[in-house]
C-alpha cells in the first residue's frame, strides 16, 4: 500500500418510513468513502416509538408492556449490529485491500448475517430446554403416586 488510507466508516439507522402508523423496518446506514451502503437489521419499530437523536427505541412505563418487549428486541439487536461494525471496522483495518476490491458491500452483510445466525442458535437452544423441562416433568409426574399429582396439580 503506497498512499495514505484513513478509515472513516460511520453507522447510523434510519426508518424505512417516519410517515407511517404502522411498524416499519429499521435500516442499518453504513458510510464508507462517500459511499452508503442500506442493511436491513431484521426489526421493526413504530416510528413514533424511536428516538433519532440517540439512535435508540423508546422504552417507558407509559407504553404498554407488549410495545417495551418489542422495542427492548429491537433496541438488542441494534447493540448487536453496533457490535458486528466494529468487528468489521477491526477486520476491514487489518486488511485494506477489500476496499479496492469493491468488496465491501459483501463483507458488511455477512458481519451482520452472522450475527442474526448465531441469535437464531440461541433461540433454538432455549427450546431445547424447553423440551428437557417438559420431559423431566413428565418423568417425574408417572414416579409419584397418583394422590401426588392431584394435590399438586390443584
Same mark, same amino acid.
Request: charged share 25%.
Given at each position: 500500500?503506497?498512499?495514505?488510507?484513513?478509515?472513516?466508516?460511520?453507522?447510523?439507522?434510519?426508518?424505512?418510513?417516519?410517515?407511517k402508523?404502522?411498524?416499519?423496518?429499521?435500516?442499518a446506514?453504513?458510510?464508507?468513502?462517500?459511499?452508503?451502503?442500506?442493511?436491513?437489521?431484521?426489526?421493526?419499530?413504530?416510528?413514533?416509538?424511536?428516538?433519532?437523536?440517540?439512535?435508540?427505541?423508546?422504552?417507558?412505563?407509559? @407504553?404498554?408492556?407488549?410495545?417495551?418487549d418489542?422495542?427492548?428486541i429491537?433496541?438488542?439487536?441494534?447493540? #448487536?449490529?453496533?457490535l #458486528?461494525?466494529k468487528?468489521?471496522?477491526?477486520? @476491514?483495518?487489518?486488511?485494506?485491500?477489500?476496499?479496492?476490491?469493491?468488496? @465491501?458491500?459483501?463483507?458488511?452483510?455477512?458481519?451482520?448475517?452472522?450475527?442474526?445466525? @448465531?441469535?437464531?442458535?440461541?433461540?433454538?437452544?432455549?427450546?431445547?430446554?424447553?423440551?428437557?423441562?417438559?420431559?423431566?416433568?413428565?418423568?417425574?409426574?408417572? #414416579?409419584?403416586?397418583?394422590?401426588?399429582?392431584?394435590?399438586?396439580e390443584?
Amino acid at each position: 500500500m503506497d498512499s495514505q488510507f484513513f478509515m472513516d466508516a460511520k453507522l447510523h439507522f434510519n426508518l424505512r418510513s417516519r410517515k407511517k402508523n404502522k411498524p416499519t423496518i429499521i435500516y442499518a446506514v453504513i458510510s464508507i468513502k462517500n459511499k452508503q451502503y442500506k442493511i436491513n437489521c431484521g426489526v421493526k419499530v413504530y416510528s413514533r416509538h424511536w428516538v433519532n437523536r440517540y439512535q435508540i427505541c423508546l422504552q417507558s412505563p407509559l @407504553i404498554t408492556q407488549l410495545d417495551n418487549d418489542n422495542n427492548r428486541i429491537a433496541n438488542d439487536r441494534l447493540d #448487536a449490529v453496533r457490535l #458486528a461494525f466494529k468487528e468489521f471496522k477491526l477486520y @476491514i483495518c487489518q486488511n485494506p485491500n477489500i476496499l479496492n476490491n469493491g468488496l @465491501i458491500k459483501d463483507t458488511i452483510k455477512s458481519y451482520i448475517t452472522n450475527n442474526m445466525k @448465531i441469535k437464531k442458535s440461541i433461540r433454538t437452544i432455549d427450546t431445547g430446554t424447553y423440551i428437557l423441562r417438559q420431559a423431566f416433568n413428565e418423568y417425574y409426574n408417572k #414416579a409419584v403416586k397418583e394422590s401426588t399429582i392431584r394435590v399438586n396439580e390443584v
